[in-house]
């Protein structure tokens, strides 16, 4: 078959295939298949999950599916934390990944992850086996910032705008209820072998979260023409 005209340069990245970037992105060569990279952000509400994720996409060559993607797309349909909401959510998470995975689409994941609940990282060992089973890789960052911080950060605009739904989450009351329910830390002790680097977002902008994320995992920025 005639090999894809390259216009800038070729190469391997990080997550294995033969690819051209050209001005129009990237083209795989034919006969090879672009392994996918899930970076999977955890964290506690309000810590900068989102926006540490947009930083990352934006200058690394990913796309970025945070949690309120999915919250937001069911509650316009269903009530937000009834039964079909929580399935429809499950459901809705679970294909994008696959999708990704399969399709070589590396993403950026955010997930609020409760280690206080036992079975609130069952979502996370399904999208995980689903990638490594298509070949990719994974990788886990967790944020970590006080909640005075996290408090003063929920109601900005930048924030809020990420989000479609405006509910109880919007208040620094709501925080500290569910900071007082939940253990949102997982201490560094995650269930998995996958490379893991913990962030304190209380002074680190987010485009120096992103750096930090990318020199700790080896990712290469983005620079098309």
Known sequence: ????????????????????????????WPGYHRRMRLVVIIGAPAVGKAT??????????????????????????????????????GELRWRVVEEAAGSGVDLV?????????????????????AVL??????????????????????????????????????????LREVDAKHNFESGGALPFPDPYLRLDTTNLAPDAAAAAIARAFGFEPVALA
């Open 133 to 174: 089973n298509a070949g990719g890789a994974v990788y886990f960052v967790e944020l970590v910032a006080p909640l005075e911080v996290r408090a003063e950060r929920n109601g900005m605009q930048s924030r809020r705008a990420m989000k479609a739904r405006s509910d109880e989450a919007s208040t620094a009351e709501w």
């Open 1 to 28: 078959s005639t090999l894809p005209t390259v216009a800038l340069c070729m190469g391997i990245p990080p997550g294995g295939g033969f690819y051209a970037v050209c001005r129009e992105g990237a083209v795989w």
């Open 52 to 89: 540490v994720g947009r930083a990352l996409a934006e200058g690394y060559g990913f796309r970025l599916f945070h949690n309120h993607v999915s919250l937001d797309a069911v509650a316009s349909v269903f009530d937000w934390g009834t039964p079909p909401f929580r399935r429809l959510v």
């Open 109 to 129: 994941f955010t997930y609020v992850w409760s280690f206080s609940e036992p079975d609130d990282g069952a979502p996370i060992r399904r999208y995980r086996e």
